[in-house]
């Protein structure tokens, strides 16, 4: 018995290999570069996850962790990035801008979304690459190394999880809904408006879900493993990729007034349209404007 499923495994990784090799040669030759980037980053982590000696950790801000892993990972990928793409920028998580500030094209990277999950080693992290042409994303990469889970979109091309087309899930209520959110604990003066909002949400909903890397939980609403996401304060790096792909695999993103400002406050609220107008209603700003804070 065993050894059948031990040969349908080695079948299927076999079969996914292939299709991942096949679906790479056609991809986009910038995000065939960004997933190529963020397999090396990913391989990293997943050497040093659960290796606490193996790594130092600093505190940037209060509870806002970098490690030396985070480091290396950055300087991988944007060697990378800036090897096949001389003139482009980059606008980096721990470096800030680097390259050609004038270049209408700019990579936004974060090494390690979840860092803190790495750093107590619990694995649930990834590397997240976008790319924006004159301010639009063109090609997102996140890429979650424990789990071997490569999600990837090029706009308008669709979204794709190792290869495979993945898709928002139906739902069209918060009925049985399972919504995936963080805690502002960066913005501890948001913190009464979101806890208002939070029994709102649990009232009314299945299940919530805090794993702590955005960039995952927008790309597990774009695969349909979370019905719908909110979160305050996220910086670029945190969405830049995992909007695009969630918005590829046919969800929307908006802020809490259902406005496309969530690119500069980091305030997103997202789902398929039902689950976004659900989330929208239970928001209902006009009677928790602190939300908007
Ligand atoms: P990070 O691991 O790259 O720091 C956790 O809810 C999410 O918030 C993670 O994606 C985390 O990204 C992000 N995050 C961490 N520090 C943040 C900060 N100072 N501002 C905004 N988002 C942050
Ligand atoms: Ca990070």
Redesign the pocket.
Same mark, same amino acid.
């Given at each position: 018995m065993h050894e059948v499923f031990s040969d349908i495994r080695v079948y299927e990784t076999l079969r996914d290999a292939m299709l991942f090799d096949k679906w790479n040669l056609k991809m986009h030759p910038m995000l065939n570069i960004a997933a190529r980037a963020a397999r090396s980053a990913g391989n990293l982590i997943a050497r040093n996850l659960g290796q606490q000696g193996s790594f130092e950790v600093e505190e940037k801000?209060k509870d806002?962790l970098v490690t030396t892993i985070d480091k290396q990972c950055e300087k991988v990928i944007i060697d990378t990035l800036l090897k096949s793409y001389r003139d482009h920028s980059v606008l980096a998580?721990e470096s800030g801008v680097v390259g050609n500030p004038d270049s209408e094209y700019q990579w936004v990277i974060?090494p390690?979304?979840?860092?803190?999950n790495f750093v107590k080693g619990i694995a649930h992290c990834a590397v997240s690459i976008a790319l924006r042409h004159n301010g639009k994303t063109e090609v997102g990469v996140v890429f979650d190394p424990m789990l071997n889970e490569m999600f990837t979109a090029a706009r308008g091309e669709g979204a794709f999880l190792n290869g495979h087309r993945i898709r928002v899930s139906p739902r069209d209520s918060l009925d049985g809904a399972i919504i995936g959110t *963080?805690f502002p604990t960066?913005y501890r003066d948001r913190m009464p408006a979101y806890l208002e909002l939070f029994s709102r949400l649990i009232a009314n909903c299945a299940d919530v879900r805090r794993m702590?890397? *955005?960039?995952l939980d927008l790309c597990y609403v774009a695969c349909g493993r979370f019905d719908g996401y909110l979160?305050q304060?996220?910086?670029p790096w945190?969405f830049a990729a995992g909007d695009l792909i969630l918005r590829e695999a046919g969800g929307i993103v908006s802020d809490f007034m259902g406005e496309t400002g969530y690119v500069k406050s980091?305030n997103l609220v997202s789902g398929n349209p039902k689950m976004l107008r659900a989330l929208l209603k239970i928001c209902d700003v006009q009677n928790l404007p602190a939300i908007l804070k």
């Open positions: 801000n806002d998580e974060d390690i979304d979840g860092t803190t *963080a960066r702590g890397s *955005a960039s979160e304060g996220l910086k945190d980091g």
